[in-house]
């Protein structure tokens, strides 16, 4: 995700080191963490996008900009490229289809690099990140829901980290969805990779370091050095490593119920039992004392985070439905000030039309006493008649 500093702050990308954030046990490597990247930014600019990271992973195929993007970063390179992922087990055909090229999955034994997740907080949140992209496979579909993954996504990458910082899973949730991916990884890649390397052989097997030496000369790679391969291995007890065998046992169950075989799962729990037997030193109490405290910690803090979330949720719902009332209570008041308007209105035009009433009631009045003098004019008008006709009647000579 570092990497969407490319376009607005590529000098910010020298800021990484090797234990950036921590002490998380990364070689010096002589130069910042994302040094490759930032020697050739001017050509990556606007290309890495923030799906990349958590969304696309499981895509059936590279997306568009994902292709333009990778295209970009062999074309800028000095050498024979290298890509390395942390998250292309989604899509290793894809890889494998669009760039040919070598392919080499490199692992470690998942108990001890559940361990290691737990130097800080990115980790786990990367891991509930994962599960909350799109086309999430079937069986990791039904480990989301058992360990109970309830996270939505608000479109920015990061408030959704945040959130899933705030969001931890209790320890048994939390390793369940953790070696889920590490399963899902080893079902994927092994059938289609050019070499299987794990680094865990590498350590502690020198017979195991000269037969992938071998491995890499037969693929026209002669200038790997394994001597240096250092990766601590925690070593369980056998309460410790009962609890995580159980877990284990359930991812497979679902896995089994989601596409996958015991046959292809058996051998890949064996060979975690053979891994934790490579270490000769006696198991450490202390440590072993240590790492339950740790656990109960963990459970914890997801407890209270989560109860601190849940009650953040009922002060929010409170917050809204009191905003809710307050603008019932402001529509109130606007309505209540529009019905005073109107009954103003309704007064007033009831008031011009009782006026307008006693207008027509005095016009009436004047056109009824003309009406009646106009009778009475009428009524004398006859009358005069009768008498002047009555007049004429009397001087008329007698026939």
């Known amino acids: 995700e570092w990497l969407l500093e490319l376009d607005e702050n590529p000098e910010g990308l020298l800021a990484v080191t090797a234990n950036n954030g921590g002490n998380i046990h990364h070689p010096d490597i002589g130069n910042p963490y994302f040094w490759e990247f930032h020697e050739v930014r001017s050509a990556l600019k606007g290309l890495f996008k923030a799906s990349f990271s958590f969304d696309d992973i499981f895509l059936n195929s590279l997306s568009d900009d994902q292709q333009t993007y990778y295209q970009a970063l062999i074309d800028a390179s000095r050498a024979p490229t290298v890509f390395q992922f942390c998250r292309s087990f989604g899509q290793p055909e894809a890889f494998k289809q669009q760039y040919g090229g070598i392919h080499v999955h490199l692992w470690r034994e998942p108990r001890s690099q559940w361990w290691s997740f737990k130097i800080n907080d990115y980790f786990d949140a990367a891991t509930l990140l994962i599960f909350t992209a799109p086309h999430l496979p079937p069986a990791l579909q039904a480990i989301k829901s058992v360990s109970g993954i309830d996270m939505s996504r608000s479109g920015n990458l990061g408030t959704d980290r945040i959130l899933a910082e705030h969001s931890p899973l209790k320890w048994r949730e939390n390793y369940k969805a953790f070696f889920a991916l590490w399963l899902y990884a080893q079902l994927k890649l092994r059938d289609c990779v050019n070499l299987d390397l794990c680094i865990d052989y590498l350590t502690h097997n020198a017979t195991y370091r000269n037969t992938k030496l071998a491995e890499f000369n037969s693929l026209g790679i002669n200038d790997i050095d394994l001597s240096d391969s250092r990766s601590p291995l925690i070593r369980l007890t056998q309460a410790e490593s009962a609890q995580m065998r159980e877990i284990e046992n359930q991812v497979a169950n679902l896995f089994e119920a989601n596409g996958f075989t015991a046959q292809e799962i058996a051998p890949i729990l064996q060979q975690i039992d053979e891994i934790q037997n490579l270490e000769e030193a006696s198991t450490s109490v202390a440590a072993a004392n240590a790492r339950g405290v740790a656990l109960r910690l963990l459970d914890r803090s997801a407890e209270s985070m989560n109860e601190n979330r849940s009650l953040q949720s009922t002060l929010q719902r409170l917050s809204d439905h009191i905003s809710s009332q307050d603008r019932a209570i402001k529509l109130l008041t606007e309505h209540s000030d529009e019905a005073r308007r109107q009954v103003l209105e309704y007064d007033g035009a009831v008031n011009r039309l ?45 026939e």
């Open 354 to 398: 009782r006026s307008y009433s006693s207008d027509l009631e005095e016009a009436l009045k004047k056109v009824q006493e003309y009406a009646e003098n106009l009778e009475k004019a009428r009524l004398d008008g006859l009358e005069r008649i009768e008498s002047l006709e009555s007049e004429l009647s009397q001087l008329r000579p007698a």
